[in-house]
């Protein structure tokens, strides 16, 4: 009897998969394929159709979250592909404290009456089944961007695929490193590979993976239609980051658990949000099915929204800055942007742990806190 291949794991996945095939002075890394042309009778046709380039950070990805994968320019093109797909007059339940990109996009959506839109707690299992009935798309993000909620991934999945409702989950500051919900039973996972795969701050890039051949056909044909393709430099560079995506997120993860616990002890930081922590709302739910708590914290300041600022501000190692996922750790008042949720406290601050010495970066922030008072 032939012998099965190894399973591998996610930190040798990372490193091996998407690379050519291995001959004789072949290359070890993909090449950046910039062509936009293609000589008649092949699989690729045109270049909105593919690229060889976006196809090993797709085979990659696909490696990492068990299911075939398309990349987008961004993760909100991948995200508009999804929703693209509903039929006029869709529901959509989804979180009310998601990403304010969503949030905007759905609402606009709603607005031109193209679908309609249903905004719950997403932590709250109950309010979410509640609100299932008559659902095209439930639409999970998990935890959520900024207040890092968590849902109940394996029931919620599992009573909406037994009504036939489509689940896609959003899987960007889980990464599959924590939890690959296609193995839950969801339809699609997207990610935004500007943050922790790509992990460089220097692209923006989006993926959408699935097991459904009928969802993965109407998915690509929304992409070679709308035209939200990558570029085949950003893909190379993409691909290059997922190399050392588990090294960064280790760090990054353990830095985000240490500094969360030294955060919940300042007498300036009125509440920390970070589901590692056994004093969180969301730590037992996290730990039954996580494999570990990502590298995201959420605090809220002691003080007015101006003084918050001021915090964000006055650090030297952090920078002062929109997004997430990068070696740097990043930090910003999320209501600072009028978009965001009216749910999300004036004074919270999202913290991006990045991959510095944890010292350093505490005393940043210790000296940062001071200067907000």
């Given at each position: 009897m032939a012998s099965k291949e190894p399973q591998h794991r996610p930190e040798t996945i990372a490193i091996t998969a998407g690379r050519p095939e291995v001959g004789a002075d072949s290359a070890l890394n993909q090449p950046i394929s910039l062509n936009s042309t293609f000589?008649?009778?092949?699989?690729?046709?045109?270049?909105?159709?593919?690229?060889?380039?976006?196809?090993?950070?797709?085979?990659?990805?696909?490696?990492?979250e068990g299911g075939k994968t398309l990349s987008y320019s961004s993760g909100m093109a991948a995200i508009s592909a999804v929703f693209s797909t509903l039929p006029v007059g869709a529901k959509i339940v989804a979180s009310d404290q998601g990403y304010a990109g969503v949030m905007t996009l759905l609402g606009t959506l709603?607005?031109?009456?193209?679908?309609?839109?249903?905004?719950?707690?997403?932590?709250?299992?109950?309010?979410?089944?509640?609100?299932?009935?008559?659902?095209?798309?439930?639409?999970?993000?998990?935890?959520?961007?900024?207040?890092?909620?968590?849902?109940?991934?394996?029931?919620?999945?599992?009573?909406?695929?037994?009504?036939?409702?489509l689940?896609?989950?959003?899987?960007?500051?889980?990464?599959?490193?924590?939890?690959?919900?296609?193995?839950?039973?969801?339809?699609?996972?997207?990610?935004?590979v500007t943050k922790y795969l790509?992990?460089?701050?220097?692209?923006?890039?989006?993926?959408?993976?699935?097991?459904?051949?009928?969802?993965?056909?109407?998915?690509?044909?929304?992409?070679?239609?709308?035209?939200?393709?990558?570029?085949?430099?950003?893909?190379?560079?993409?691909?290059?980051?997922?190399?050392?995506?588990?090294?960064?997120?280790?760090?990054a993860s353990e830095?985000?658990?240490?500094l969360a616990t030294r955060l919940s002890q300042h007498p300036l930081v009125t509440r920390v949000r970070y589901p590692g922590l056994p004093t969180d709302p969301q730590h037992f739910k996290a730990e039954a099915f996580m494999k570990g708590f990502g590298a995201i914290v959420s605090f809220e300041y002691a003080g007015s929204a101006a003084a918050a600022d001021k915090v964000c501000e006055s650090s030297k190692i952090i920078t002062y800055a929109t997004s997430l996922g990068g070696v740097e750790s990043l930090w910003e008042r999320r209501r600072r942007w009028p978009i965001e949720s009216a749910s999300v406290p004036e004074?919270?601050?999202?913290?991006?742990?990045g991959c510095e010495d944890v010292d350093d970066l505490w005393l940043d922030i210790e000296s940062a806190l001071l200067a907000g008072k």
């Open positions: 000589v008649a009778g092949g699989p690729i046709g045109y270049g909105r159709y593919g690229n060889e380039t976006w196809t090993a950070l797709e085979v990659a990805i696909a490696a990492l709603s607005a031109a009456k193209k679908i309609t839109v249903k905004f719950v707690a997403i932590e709250d299992t109950d309010a979410v089944l509640a609100a299932l009935d008559g659902a095209d798309l439930l639409w999970i993000e998990s935890p959520t961007n900024p207040s890092l909620d968590v849902a109940d991934l394996p029931t919620l999945i599992k009573h909406a695929k037994s009504r036939n409702i689940v896609a989950v959003d899987n960007t500051f889980a990464t599959a490193l924590i939890q690959q919900p296609l193995a839950m039973g969801a339809d699609i996972v997207m990610n935004s790509a992990g460089h701050s220097d692209i923006v890039l989006g993926s959408l993976s699935t097991n459904d051949p009928i969802q993965f056909k109407a998915l690509e044909d929304a992409r070679k239609i709308n035209g939200s393709i990558p570029g085949p430099f950003e893909a190379w560079l993409a691909l290059r980051g997922i190399r050392t995506f588990p090294l960064r997120f280790q760090r830095n985000a658990m240490e004074t919270l601050i999202r913290l991006s742990v």
